[in-house]
Protein backbone atom coordinates (compact mmCIF):
# COMPACT_ATOMS: atom_id res chain seq x y z
CA UNK A 1 0.00 0.00 0.00
CA UNK A 2 1.14 3.75 -0.82
CA UNK A 3 1.06 6.25 1.52
CA UNK A 4 1.78 9.58 0.77
CA UNK A 5 1.34 11.96 3.61
CA UNK A 6 1.22 16.20 3.00
CA UNK A 7 1.93 18.61 5.97
CA UNK A 8 2.85 22.41 6.48
CA UNK A 9 -0.36 23.71 5.28
CA UNK A 10 -2.43 26.30 7.02
CA UNK A 11 -3.31 30.22 7.09
CA UNK A 12 -0.66 32.87 5.72
CA UNK A 13 -0.51 36.52 5.00
CA UNK A 14 0.13 37.90 1.95
CA UNK A 15 4.30 38.16 1.40
CA UNK A 16 4.25 35.20 3.79
CA UNK A 17 5.95 31.74 3.58
CA UNK A 18 4.96 27.96 4.16
CA UNK A 19 6.87 24.92 3.64
CA UNK A 20 4.98 21.37 2.72
CA UNK A 21 6.34 18.23 3.17
CA UNK A 22 5.28 14.95 2.14
CA UNK A 23 6.64 11.71 3.47
CA UNK A 24 6.23 8.84 1.62
CA UNK A 25 5.79 4.95 2.88
CA UNK A 26 8.76 2.94 2.44
CA UNK A 27 8.10 0.89 -0.12
CA UNK A 28 8.27 4.35 -2.55
CA UNK A 29 11.68 3.64 -4.42
CA UNK A 30 13.56 7.13 -4.58
CA UNK A 31 14.24 6.61 -8.13
CA UNK A 32 10.80 7.63 -8.85
CA UNK A 33 9.52 11.35 -9.72
CA UNK A 34 7.58 13.45 -7.39
CA UNK A 35 5.41 16.46 -7.84
CA UNK A 36 3.27 18.73 -6.27
CA UNK A 37 0.10 19.73 -7.41
CA UNK A 38 -2.94 22.22 -6.24
CA UNK A 39 -6.74 22.33 -6.70
CA UNK A 40 -8.56 25.93 -5.97
CA UNK A 41 -12.39 25.78 -6.14
CA UNK A 42 -13.67 25.99 -9.07
CA UNK A 43 -10.76 24.88 -10.98
CA UNK A 44 -8.92 22.32 -12.59
CA UNK A 45 -6.16 20.43 -10.57
CA UNK A 46 -2.56 21.91 -12.00
CA UNK A 47 1.04 21.10 -11.84
CA UNK A 48 2.75 23.30 -9.62
CA UNK A 49 6.40 21.75 -9.23
CA UNK A 50 7.93 18.59 -10.13
CA UNK A 51 11.65 16.83 -9.53
CA UNK A 52 12.67 13.64 -11.10
CA UNK A 53 14.54 11.31 -9.43
CA UNK A 54 18.20 13.15 -10.86
CA UNK A 55 17.19 16.87 -9.82
CA UNK A 56 16.19 17.77 -13.23
CA UNK A 57 13.35 20.54 -11.68
CA UNK A 58 9.97 21.97 -13.62
CA UNK A 59 7.89 24.73 -12.51
CA UNK A 60 4.79 26.70 -13.23
CA UNK A 61 5.04 29.84 -14.95
CA UNK A 62 2.82 31.36 -11.77
CA UNK A 63 5.45 30.25 -9.30
CA UNK A 64 8.72 30.63 -10.82
CA UNK A 65 10.86 32.48 -8.72
CA UNK A 66 8.77 32.32 -4.97
CA UNK A 67 8.63 28.38 -5.15
CA UNK A 68 11.36 25.78 -4.62
CA UNK A 69 10.98 22.11 -4.70
CA UNK A 70 13.34 19.80 -3.44
CA UNK A 71 13.32 15.95 -2.14
CA UNK A 72 15.38 13.97 0.62
CA UNK A 73 16.11 10.70 -0.90
CA UNK A 74 17.16 9.38 2.17
CA UNK A 75 14.05 10.09 4.10
CA UNK A 76 11.97 9.58 0.69
CA UNK A 77 10.29 13.30 1.47
CA UNK A 78 9.53 15.90 -0.64
CA UNK A 79 9.51 19.98 0.04
CA UNK A 80 7.58 22.36 -1.49
CA UNK A 81 9.10 26.21 0.33
CA UNK A 82 6.51 28.87 -0.93
CA UNK A 83 8.07 32.60 -0.62
CA UNK A 84 5.91 35.61 -1.31
CA UNK A 85 2.80 33.82 -1.22
CA UNK A 86 -0.22 35.62 -2.87
CA UNK A 87 -4.07 35.38 -1.92
CA UNK A 88 -4.37 33.78 -5.79
CA UNK A 89 -2.06 30.46 -4.16
CA UNK A 90 -4.77 29.88 -1.87
CA UNK A 91 -5.92 25.68 -2.64
CA UNK A 92 -5.61 22.58 -1.64
CA UNK A 93 -2.01 21.25 -2.41
CA UNK A 94 -1.50 18.11 -3.40
CA UNK A 95 1.70 15.60 -3.33
CA UNK A 96 2.38 12.79 -5.82
CA UNK A 97 4.29 9.97 -7.31
CA UNK A 98 4.70 11.07 -10.64
CA UNK A 99 6.43 9.45 -14.20
CA UNK A 100 8.86 11.39 -15.71
CA UNK A 101 8.93 13.33 -18.18
CA UNK A 102 5.74 12.70 -18.68
CA UNK A 103 4.74 13.70 -15.84
CA UNK A 104 1.52 11.20 -15.25
CA UNK A 105 0.47 10.55 -11.58
CA UNK A 106 0.79 7.28 -10.07
CA UNK A 107 -0.07 8.02 -6.59
CA UNK A 108 -1.99 11.25 -4.97
CA UNK A 109 -1.35 12.47 -1.67
CA UNK A 110 -4.69 13.61 0.54
CA UNK A 111 -4.10 17.42 0.28
CA UNK A 112 -3.17 19.68 2.58
CA UNK A 113 -5.26 23.87 2.92
CA UNK A 114 -2.87 26.54 2.09
CA UNK A 115 -4.70 29.71 2.35
CA UNK A 116 -3.44 33.22 1.74
CA UNK A 117 -5.41 35.71 3.56
CA UNK A 118 -4.90 38.90 5.18
Known amino acids: QVQLVESGGGLVQPGGSLRLSCATS????????RGWYRQAPGKQRELVAA???????RYADSVKGRFTISRDNDKNTVYLQMNSLKPEDTAVYYC????????????WGQGTQVTVSS
Open 96 to 107: AVIRWPSLSVDY
Open 51 to 57: ISSGGII
Open 26 to 33: RNIFSINA
